[in-house]
């Protein structure tokens, strides 16, 4: 087991297109004893992936977190419509590994699972 912050990265793909998910707008929360608060936000670039940095550091306390992804938004963009206006995830880190947070994403699926 792996002690200390961890580290959280994402990358959207889009399945209508098979192709990096570019600008889609990510932000993270930490759950805490007086309910959840920003943890980081950022934009995936050109290849769809985005490493998320704590406010304090590099890395992240162990704790339950969500990330959500501006999907509507995303697709709005592109002169889609979609049925998810955002997408959130929920997780927790448990020791100071590296998390990967992955985002299959369609107007109107999503998959999502815990990557390396």
Do not use: C, N
């Not at 004893?33 to 992936?49: K, L, V």
């Not at 590994?97 to 999503?110: C, K, N, R």
């Amino acid at each position: 087991m792996t002690t200390g912050h961890a580290t959280l990265s994402t990358h959207v793909l889009d399945a209508t297109t098979g192709r990096p998910a570019t600008a889609v707008e990510v932000r993270l929360e930490h759950a805490g004893s007086a309910g959840w608060r920003p943890a980081a936000a950022g934009q995936t670039g050109a290849d769809g992936r985005l490493g998320l940095a704590g406010e304090a550091g590099p890395g992240f306390a162990p704790g339950v977190y969500r990330i959500t992804f501006g999907s509507g938004a995303y697709f709005k963009a592109r002169g889609t419509t979609s049925f998810y206006p955002e997408v959130t995830v929920t997780f927790e880190m448990t020791d100071g590994g590296h998390y990967h947070v992955p985002l299959l994403l369609s107007p109107f699926a999503y998959s999502t699972y815990r990557g390396s």
